[in-house]
């Protein structure tokens, strides 16, 4: 009896521990249900959104590409990222009321302020439930020019205040996040003879939030954009709230660190290369969802993992959701982010670039974007 009583102690106090870490997530958080069972998923809808309309066109004539490639839901709204341009008057990041979501009697609102007009190939949002934070690819760079440096931009803003929307950078007043490459390029290239001067390519297409972290997932990494790596790679940076003249202002640490890298290809019944395309906390379960994904040679393939943050955080490795016949949660799309619609609903928006593949008794068009809604259970 009396190690019994030790032990309900023992328990008690971790958990109060880990209550401690954040203040937020002890205000927000619920204690996810233990089950004693891993989670399931299965899909219970999917559909296409009208990104603009099927008449719109890019200066060059060609039609507007809808190739969605980061989603959120923030109180009964969903905004959108497209990782190409848009036409004139619209804006490659936009938002659409969950309710309307797949009607295309209803035209997505555009977000026109400056910043999300600048900034070049969306990958992934996050959000703490205070701030909204959205991230391009860091894919590409010019030497000795800025021609390409709003490649590598990371926005946020206060939820509910888009038009606030600020550049998240190492200095103030930056049109740019381009001064995080060199910090994100020496640690991705830590443990790499190969780069003694750090990475010259990388690609980013998760983006985290949890307590005061930022987490980044990488999905491609190497010599240069045409020869690299397929990787599922995360890096954690600090990040701290200040407040300035101009309201509050968000700065990153100084310790940037890989906290994991997972192969995929561990998971033997899995194809291969695959590779990370998103990254998500779920602050009710304390959980990140994370999505990886293959394109070659047309096929589009991607599938579903977890891991707790003690598990991501200490670079072990994340388990693959399946359904309840215990197959892999698998999407015929090249699956590009993912957010949490409520406690058993996850939204999967997918960027199937120029392929016209088939929803249900559809087939998608170039102002399109395949969704998928998943049951979890």
């Known amino acids: 009896m009396t190690s019994f009583r030790l032990m309900k102690k023992s328990v008690f106090l971790a958990g109060l521990l880990l209550a401690s870490v954040s203040v937020f997530e002890c205000k927000t958080a619920r204690r996810p249900a233990e089950t004693g069972r891993p989670l399931s998923a299965s899909a219970e809808t999917e559909s296409l959104l009208n990104c603009c309309g099927s008449d719109r066109k890019m200066p060059d004539g060609n039609p507007a590409s809808c190739e969605a490639s980061a989603v959120l839901f923030l109180d009964g709204v969903v905004y959108v990222a497209n990782d190409k341009d848009m036409p004139a008057g619209l804006s490659p990041v936009f938002s659409k009321p969950w309710a309307a979501f797949g009607d295309t009697a209803v035209q997505p609102a555009p977000l026109t302020a400056g910043p999300f007009l600048a900034a070049k190939k969306y990958e992934d949002f996050a959000s703490n439930g205070e701030y909204v934070f959205l991230t391009t690819a860091f894919d590409r760079v010019k030497p000795g020019s800025t021609d390409w440096d709003a490649y590598n931009t990371i ?49 980013i297409e998760g983006l985290a939030v949890m307590d005061s972290l930022l987490l980044f997932g990488i999905r491609e990494e190497g010599e240069k954009f045409d020869k690299f790596d397929y990787r599922t790679r995360i890096v954690a940076v600090p990040f701290s709230v200040q407040k300035t003249a101009d309201g509050e202002t968000i700065r990153l640490g100084s310790n940037w660190r890989i906290v994991a890298d997972f192969d995929p290809g561990s998971v033997a ?65 090249k699956a590009e982010d993912l957010t949490l619609l409520d406690r058993n609903h996850l939204l999967v928006i997918h960027d199937d670039d120029r392929t016209a593949t088939p929803v249900g008794d559809r087939t998608r068009r170039p102002h399109q974007a395949a969704y998928t809604v998943l049951r979890v259970n």
Not at 157 to 185: M, Q
């Open 155 to 203: 926005l946020y803003w206060k939820k509910g205040d888009p038009a606030g929307v600020k550049v998240l950078a190492p200095e103030p007043g930056a049109a740019t996040s381009v001064g995080f490459r060199e910090p994100l390029s020496r640690v991705l290239a830590q443990n790499r003879p190969a780069f003694p001067n750090g990475m010259p390519y990388f690609k």
């Open 269 to 333: 019944e899995l194809p291969k290369p695959l590779a990370l395309s998103s990254l998500e906390y779920d602050r009710d379960r304390r959980l990140f969802w994370m999505l990886t994904s293959i394109e070659q040679n047309g096929r589009l393939d991607a599938y579903l993992w977890t891991a707790t943050p003690d598990a991501l955080l200490n670079n072990r490795p994340f388990t693959l959701v399946r359904d309840e016949a215990g197959r892999p949660v698998h999407f015929n799309h």
